[in-house]
């Protein structure tokens, strides 16, 4: 197959609910305890039946997550074994997904990553260029839009991969630079702004226009993107659009993955006699930025695809240009 002797197998995974939950309580029988009480005060607010009813409806929820975390499991055990093989030849690693920022990869792994679609959006931005096979471990509670094989088939992909059969998806990815150099990658959107997502102050410049702004915060979208958060930001546009106006609701944008494009978007832009609002929405061109310009004394934060554990700090004087990556994701497809 051609392989290399700095080459592996990096398996990408993330805890379960029950994992999590007993990391943080110790013990399974507390973990159990929290999801049994927790789902019993949500169905006794939203469902009229005996509390015998509401304790075997509160049971069965843990029964759910019980079987999901063994499913799971069970695809991890299979995947080891299946990649572990002689006619591979590769050490296989396994990583959490908490430990992708200060993760290593070589330049010539190829990474599998098990779990929902946002275990790939985290991946994708530390592994620029690397193959991504994308394994939905539990079909009947994953859609898995972004999960092209299940964990039988994970050896065949990888095996194309290594012998350069394999098909890809390049999707763009954006990026945030600091002028400092630090720098931030980002799958799906980056968010610009305060970490409690309260006002957010700065200057937003684009196109050879600029204006202060206040805000709770400024979302710079890719085509991968453009189906989760940009998307609820047009819903709620829409929606009050059409209740004061009348007008009619329009689909949201959607682009393509490999759209070279991003689109930017300011939520909940403020109007006053120190902030302007006539910059709130627009798209990059191939090779455009956006300009951003931090005046929070505090708490300003830049980050991607959801993960405010991962992100660059943005306080006054900080100075952020916004643009589409140099690399893309290379995702295999079926």
Known sequence: MGLRIDQKIVIVTRPTQLAALRQRFNTRSQAKFQIVSAMKRKLAREVQASSVKLDEMAEQAFVDVDEAATKYDQSIQQLRSDLDFDDFDLPVQLVDRDFLPNFVFGPHDVIVTVGQDGLVANTAKYAVGLPI???????????????PFRTEQARAAVRAVLQGKAKYREVTL????????????AFNELFIGNRTHVSARY???????SEPQSSSGVLVCT???????????????????SMFTGAQTKPAMRLDWEDPRLVYVVREPFASKVSRTSLVAGMLESGAELAIESDMASNGVIFSDGVESDFLEFNAGAAARIRTADGKAKLVIA
């Open 133 to 147: 096979v994308a394994i939905n471990p539990d079909p009947q509670r994953i859609d898995g839009v972004l999960l």
């Open 174 to 185: 954006a990026e945030a630079i600091l002028a400092d150099g630090q720098r931030l990658l």
């Open 203 to 209: 200057r937003l410049s684009v196109a050879g226009k």
């Open 223 to 241: 085509g991968a993107g453009s189906t989760g958060w940009l998307s609820s930001v047009f819903n709620l546009a829409g929606s009050i659009a």
